[in-house]
């Protein structure tokens, strides 16, 4: 099947500082991927629509300016979480929509990202 | 609106026993997609099933069942003869276009040996 990896797979840092994860699809194009978070023993919600070339859509009380998200090329999304507080620890998960071929408009998770703000 | 319900938190069973995870979902959509997901400690999500609106069959797949009823908007998930591997926690999705997923609050499954 189609895979989908991130980068880093947990990451630990200082408060205040900014925090780059990517989001890749290796196999397949991705005009659409999706950013989640997912708090301790809660579920996955959905932080924003991440498009190809254009801006993001950010669901409500997404603040977008904290969290800055860039899809450059149909492989590629990237979340950089600024000035990281530690609320803002947390699981991040993309995945990424398949825009032709056999598994045309399904969609992919990636494995995750653990962040950790001390 | 879209939601889906996951009213059991966590469950406990012995390994071999059967156990059915709940879901029901509400949308307003005659087209939607149903998924269950299971997330293990690592945390990836692992794809199990999906299923949409018109295809109303139950679906097999080794140990594991699911019955899609739309009558009770309900698709539920059974684990014939679980196993300690099966611990995880289970996620039910909803998506009305395909692409924007609700997922339900999970249930933990703890398989005891």
């Known amino acids: 099947g189609a895979v989908v990896s991130q980068h880093p797979s947990r990451v630990i840092c200082k408060s205040g500082t900014s925090v780059k994860i990517e989001c890749r699809s290796l196999?397949?194009?991705?005009?659409?991927m999706f950013w989640y978070r997912q708090f301790p023993k809660q579920s996955l919600m959905l932080m924003a629509t991440?498009?190809?070339?254009?801006?993001?859509?950010?669901e409500q009380g997404v603040e977008k300016d904290k969290f800055l998200i860039n899809h450059a090329s149909l492989t590629l999304s990237t979340l950089t979480v600024t000035s990281a507080h530690p609320e803002d620890s947390s699981f991040y998960i993309c995945?990424?929509?398949?825009?032709?071929?056999?598994?045309?408009?399904?969609?992919?998770f990636g494995p995750g990202t653990r962040l950790t703000v001390l | 609106a879209q939601k889906v319900t996951q009213a059991q938190t966590e469950i406990s069973v012995v390994e071999k026993e059967d156990v059915t995870l709940d879901c029901v979902y509400e949308?307003?959509?005659?087209?939607?997609?149903l998924f269950w997901y299971k997330q293990p400690p690592s945390g990836e999500l692992v794809f199990l099933i999906r299923?949409?609106?018109?295809?109303?069959q139950n679906e097999i797949s080794g140990r594991y069942s699911w019955n899609f009823q739309k009558s009770t908007s309900s698709f539920n998930f059974t684990i014939t003869a679980s196993q300690v591997v099966d611990s995880a926690v289970y996620f039910c999705?909803?998506?009305?276009?395909?692409?924007?997923?609700?997922f339900g609050p999970g249930t933990r499954l703890s398989v005891l040996p």
């Open positions: 299923r949409n609106s018109f295809d109303e």
């Open positions: 949308t307003r959509d005659t087209t939607y997609y």
């Open positions: 995945s990424a929509r398949a825009a032709a071929g056999r598994a045309y408009n399904e969609q992919f």
């Open positions: 999705a909803l998506s009305e276009d395909g692409q924007n997923f609700v």
């Open positions: 196999d397949f194009q991705a005009t659409t």
């Open positions: 991440s498009n190809e070339g254009s801006k993001a859509t950010y």
